[in-house]
């Protein structure tokens, strides 16, 4: 039985990488891809648990060679997932997040038609403003570039499966967790464990 494909989306900010952590904690079937970046690391964040930090060079390199399920460029830097990474995790039976935007979201339900994609939004623009801002991990010219993405964003909420409004943290969290769930008792999902009972 191959495992499930989670796909979570949101635009920065919204507190996508906050839900999917809640998520990761709560349920230990379920493991996160760790994607490779161009971007800097950030205070505090570590090369292999938060990104796999590379330099342009190794990111087109395996770019070039196939080696990503999906990449994208967001805020000017460079995002991708390893397809081995994935295929493999997918083999063990393992269901797996992946923490990705709405452009390697197309990519990755190119390639498996049965992912579930979720995108997660803030209560309103100003709300998410006040949230960068709170975060204090971006100059204010950054953070205007980013909400001018975020409509951006926004405009293909319409393209996924799910949409949780984060407003209450907790119930968003809660959300999620039910749609993990929910998505695990689907028929076509259930019935190779039990094809004997089904039969």
Known sequence: ?????????????????????ALIAADPGIRLSISHTTRPPRPGEVDGRE??????????????????????EVYGNF???SSADIRHSLDQGRDVVLE?????????RALFMDAISIFILPPSLEAL?????????DPLEVIEKRLALAREDLSHENEFDYAIINNEFAEAAKDLTAIVRAARCQRSRQYPRYADLFR
């Open 1 to 21: 039985m191959n495992g499930q494909i989670f796909i979570i989306a949101a635009p920065s900010g919204a507190g996508k990488s906050s839900l999917v952590a």
């Open 129 to 137: 403003r006040e949230r960068l801002l709170a975060r204090g991990k």
């Open 100 to 108: 990705i935007d709405w452009q390697g979201a197309r990519q990755v």
């Open 51 to 72: 990104y796999h930090f590379v330099s342009h060079d190794v990111f087109h390199g395996m770019q070039e060679r196939g080696e990503f399920l999906e990449s994208a």
């Open 79 to 81: 995002y991708g997932t």
